[in-house]
């Protein structure tokens, strides 16, 4: 069993209580705009740390993390894009990778909005964290947390920053 912690769209923001919040998590997950390899490597010094790079990253930061990252988490096959769109209105990158191989989790950023939801014609959870830093036009800032359990996706849990 893996508990997750959840971000995306940090912007080289760094709140305290992003270790508070992810103590008891195994690893933590990113999905771009990190905003500096500092702030990933904060992240990383917390926990086992995987991350894309968004749209507003450094060239530094896109060598390190990858616009599409797939991995295996216990029995759940994961896929972690910034720009990806959202189920019925992928970005056309994410929808081609998803008619190679579709996840049973997917997870995107980008938008700064907030959204789960099962994609039925992927048969897969998609994930939006919504946005973690400061910087953008939303309101709340939320981070999630969620536990991966052989291949069950479970106890999933939104974190609001106010």
Same mark, same amino acid.
């Given at each position: 069993? @893996? ?16 270790? &508070? ?14 905003? !500096? ?7 990383? !010094?917390?926990? &086992? ?28 096959? %994961?896929?972690? &894009? ?11 990158? &994410?929808?081609?990778?998803?008619? @190679? ?38 309101? %709340? ?22």
């Amino acid at each position: 069993m @893996k508990k997750i912690g959840l971000l995306s769209d940090t912007h080289g923001y760094w709140d305290e209580r992003y270790a &508070t919040y992810f103590a008891d998590c195994d690893e933590i997950w990113h999905a771009g705009d990190i905003g !500096s390899v500092e702030l990933a490597d904060q992240f990383a !010094s917390l926990k &086992t740390f995987r991350a894309v790079h968004g749209n507003i990253d450094s060239h530094e930061t896109r060598t390190i993390h990858p616009k599409f990252l797939r991995f295996m988490a216990e029995d759940v096959e %994961v896929m972690i &894009t910034h720009i990806g769109g959202y189920p019925g209105k992928y970005d056309p990158d &994410t929808r081609q990778e998803l008619i @190679k191989h579709a996840p049973k989790l997917l997870i995107a950023g980008h938008s700064h909005i907030l959204k789960v939801m099962f994609d039925k014609q992927f048969q897969c959870l998609y994930i939006n964290p919504g946005a973690a830093g400061k910087s953008g036009f939303h309101q %709340v800032r939320t981070l999630i947390r969620f536990t991966i359990d052989q291949d069950q996706i479970k106890d999933l849990e939104v974190i609001e920053l106010t």
